[in-house]
């Protein structure tokens, strides 16, 4: 690798996290404590061998790989791989963990290094802004053309600036089971489960199941309340709504606008509010839920739809595990459940799921060609081998956006088993938007204080398109000003 001329000056102007309540594979996260020697606060924890070993590669012409890993949990599994590799190619591989909420800081320490890191860790297109010059254009490489949705990329200054290696799904869960008893019934909407396809079916389908609760109960014995799980407007459980389903209004019009689905812009005029009201209004309108207490919470959705008084559910991939885990006593089973997109009167007929992610890897420009290609050679071998693959699978319990993720290595969580099936068949997965919203916790919160007077009567839809418009180009202005403080 060659030495630099400049230490780099650039604090990073944004943390490289998600608005979502669960990062990527961060279900099971550890501490970094847990996560094995090389996880470091600052590049002085990096081993001298490991350093050592860095720099006695590069000059030899056959070039060598430097990671800085993202996530600490995953640490031991990524140590082993570049052993795996090096005993199969020979080519030296580093890799050094930064402790958990130290990336940032190590990163900026270690890019200043003369051995920096050849891969690296990129979450959104701000961050793609602030490392441009040390983000290689990845489009024509062998690792892009094995994704299996090209918008799972960071994009930034006409280069493909990152790519995905990992992803979290969200939309609307559902019980196979119920459904597919339903659909035998005389009068029912669908025959078929597959015939959900469009908001017009799915609120057909909710209507009529909300409405036959009782006939569905005593043909086939459930104990059913409601066609859609409560939708708490309370601390823990409105992020669902002003997070999640809000980013399909933002998603839609950022593409409108020619805007970054991801960084989105400063202004917006809530040109898709209406579909999000009809959305809103079938969620609460097929819930046993009193309108008038959403925030109370009271309210406990995975409980409704683990104990199959609920049907659908708006909620992500990360609830397979408490769903699934025998010790929660729910009714349903992993073959039980699926998860549909959160279909929006759009564009429908090629909506997949919400699918996003902070883990992209990004290729460091400035390394020596050699170093450049041997990583990306170690990335591709991580996502075609053997080891590669049930490492992160079933050892690091990630879903991969990659074509070479099946039978075997393909991920048991079925709800990502559904956003590869979308993916798979052409669908566009809908872009986590939400994160480019300003001042989250603060423009959140009006939304969710507008959206609940609304649903409990006390105020009008008015009030939310001005929270979610207006109260968005206050937080963005907001937000501008303290940065440039």
Not at 218 to 247: C, I, K, M, P, V
Request: net charge negative.
């Amino acid at each position: 690798m060659r030495r630099f001329n400049k230490v780099v000056a650039c604090a990073l102007t944004l943390a490289m996290s998600a608005s979502a309540a669960v990062g990527c594979g961060s279900a099971d996260n550890s501490t970094s404590e847990e996560s094995g020697t090389t996880t470091a606060t600052a590049v002085e924890e990096k081993t001298e061998s490991e350093t050592e070993a860095t720099e006695t590669n590069s000059g030899s012409g056959a070039g060598s790989v430097y990671m800085l890993n993202f996530k600490p949990e995953t640490d031991e599994a990524w140590q082993q791989l570049a052993s795996d590799y090096k005993a199969e190619t020979g080519v030296e591989v580093t890799v050094l963990t930064a402790a958990d909420g130290q990336y940032n800081t190590t990163l900026q320490s270690e890019m200043a290094k003369e051995s920096a890191p050849t891969i690296f860790n990129v979450g959104n297109s701000s961050a793609a802004q602030t490392w441009d010059d040390y983000t290689y254009d990845m489009s024509g490489t062998d690792l892009y053309s094995h994704l299996t949705d090209k918008s799972l990329v960071v994009t930034y200054n006409g280069k493909t600036a990152a790519v995905a290696n990992c992803y979290e799904a969200y939309g609307i869960i559902y019980n196979k089971k119920i459904i597919s008893d339903y659909a035998t019934m005389d009068g029912a909407v669908i025959k078929s489960v597959d015939e959900i396809n469009s908001l017009d079916k799915l609120e057909a389908v909710a209507k009529d199941i909300n409405d036959r609760v009782d006939e569905i109960n005593d043909q086939f014995g459930y104990e059913l309340t409601e066609a859609f799980a409560s939708a708490g407007l309370d601390d823990g459980s409105s992020w669902r709504f002003s997070g999640h389903l809000a980013n399909l209004p933002l998603y839609y019009e950022f593409k409108d606008d020619g805007a970054d689905l991801i960084a989105g812009e400063a202004e917006i005029d809530g040109t898709y509010l209406d579909n999000f009201k009809r959305v809103w209004d079938m969620y609460v309108g097929t819930s046993a839920a009193d309108p008038k207490t959403l925030n109370s919470g009271s309210y406990n959705a995975e409980t409704e739809f683990g104990m199959e008084e609920a049907v659908f559910y708006q909620n992500g991939d990360w609830e397979f595990s408490p769903l699934t885990n025998a010790e929660n006593g729910y009714l349903v089973t992993a073959e039980d459940i699926g998860m549909l997109p959160i279909y929006f009167g759009v564009d429908d007929a090629n909506e997949g799921l919400c699918v996003g992610t902070e883990n992209y890897w990004a290729i460091n420009a400035k390394a020596d060609q050699a170093d450049i290609d041997a990583s990306l050679d170690f990335l591709t071998w991580c996502i075609t081998s053997d080891e590669g693959r049930d490492a992160i699978t079933n050892t690091m319990g990630l879903a991969a956006p990659y074509d070479t993720f099946s039978g075997e290595f393909e991920t048991q969580n079925v709800f990502k088993k559904d956003a590869n099936k979308l993916m798979s068949d052409g669908k566009t997965s809908v872009a986590w938007s939400f994160n480019a919203t300003p001042n989250v916790d603060d423009w959140r919160s009006g939304v969710v204080s507008a959206l609940t007077a609304y649903t409990d009567g006390s105020g009008d839809w008015d009030a939310v398109k001005d929270a979610f418009a207006s109260g968005w180009a206050e937080q963005w202005k907001l937000a501008q000003e303290a940065q440039a403080e």
